[in-house]
């Protein structure tokens, strides 16, 4: 008997674990999103406001890259 596959999600077609192995630059940007969180989670109290404003613009930043990756990157095989 052959291995069932996951359902499909309905917005891509595919599963969506063959989306996160096929879309390696939108992995490779979320997991870059959740180690700056991690950073500033772990340093927020001892970060002068001028390191605070620049780790707001990288998160913002890293936002909309996962965002653009999302809607516009390339898709999924």
Do not use: C
Request: aromatic share 4%.
């Amino acid at each position: 008997m052959a291995p069932s596959k996951k359902p499909a999600d309905s917005a891509t077609g595919s599963s969506k674990t063959d989306e996160r192995r096929a879309n390696h630059a939108l992995r490779e940007v979320l997991d870059e999103l959740i180690d700056h969180v991690r950073k500033i989670s772990r340093s927020r109290d001892d970060l002068p406001q001028d390191q605070i404003d620049y780790a707001q613009e990288r998160l913002e930043w890293l936002a909309d890259e996962v965002w653009r990756l999302t809607m516009e990157g390339d898709p999924v095989e």
